[in-house]
């Protein structure tokens, strides 16, 4: 064994995903590093070179997986979710990398929660990074120490009055007025308030000249009393038409496409264009979760079509679940924003078949068998999805519904790319070698009960699956194998570097 090999490993007889195509052949790795892709047999003598080898069987070798939109809790809610349990759950999905969101409680709104956060003690199995809150404790004047801590981004709920970043909102909306109609309104309403966004502004100049992308939960802020007149609307509604989820269409009707996200979109469009008349001055915005195709219209012709820097994420539920599916339970599948219409789901996915959206992100938010239990409206958002998330995309691929290239665009190169994580993303010579290993498979289907995450329920109990995550590499380190389990803890904390 030559001196500088001590370290390499040899994947071959794979199917490697790299320059935008399958490339059948092998790959190095040295220091965890990819150092080498071959479009050939590896030749004999190369095995004695190596440290250690593996042959993938022709299955594919991909970049690993990488969730921008994930809730990681820990801190005081380490009774729905530690780095422990979520970094399974991720490994055993084929992500090797995830980000996690700041409404901790405490949330990471200050460099103190941030910091004991990054606790070196804990045990986790993927990287990790955090993207910054503007809850309690957060002072905008500390922005430029916030960033300091590494965060990949700024997360602002603007819906949560919590929020050191208050939105003065008239939360009476009516449900019933036309789109035309509605968007003059809005139009009005923010023109009487816009000398009371000095700091939204001063948040924004701040993510753009630091080159940190702001996170938006699309959502309006409604008042409990709205939130509740409409749900007994929906419900009423629901009930007269023998609607199989009732408190599912119900909570759809109270967060209307209209009403609710899409009027969240157009406000931001509006800061966007008011405080930036020219586009390359905006700062990233990263619209997350978008639930329906009117809502990536908006975004693609008010903001990405005039240049403003700007991506949209959807999430596998709001792709192939809709509240007139059958769930174990309905709060399982309460969410915000809520399950669609069928209609809605399906021409979600076509959107995505149609390139129209930038990254998939899993929304793992997940919760205890107890607080999803009881009463419907009690029961919080949310549920776990880092398990099956990669899985249920890959399946679309192997259903022939999306192009593989589609699939590590979404899952791997394009959320690397806009959360500026260098030398991830792709299998690329120079890169980190997060790889993992996919097959094709007979169907089976998702069974709560083997997720690794601590939550063993899920609205994605019976869909049907046809992947299998057969290995996962953590710089160049066989973290996991489908057969032997979890082998290494080789997570680190990943910490965004400024320039
Ligand atoms: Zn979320």
Redesign the pocket.
Known sequence: MSENNINSRLIYNAKIFTNEQVQFGYLLIKNGIISEIVEESPPKTLFQDVKTQFDCNKAFLLPGFIDT?V?LRDFKQSYKETFETGSKAAILGGFTTVLT?PNTIPPLSTIENIREYFDTNKLFYCNIGVFAGVKEGFDINNLDDISKEGVFGIKIYPGDKSQELPLKWNDGWRNDLEPDEFFASIKKVISLFQNEYSNWEKLFNFAAKLNLPILF?PELPRAPQVLEFFYEQGKKIAVNEGKINPNLYAHHVAHPIYQNEIANIEMITLFLRKFYPNPKNAPHVHF??VSNPDAIKIIRTALKQEGYPCSIEVSPHHMFLNYEIKFLSESFAKVLVPLRSPETQQNLFKNVQENLIDTIGS?H?PHSLEEKSGEFEKAPS?FPSLDFAAQIILTQFFNNKLKLEQVVSYLSTQPAKIFNIPNKGMIKEGFDADLVVVNEVKPYLIKGENAQGMQKWTPWENFELKSKIIKVFLSGTEVYDSDLGFLETKGTFLKRSIK
């Open positions: 939109h809730h969101m939960h997350v979760h929304d938010a949310g």
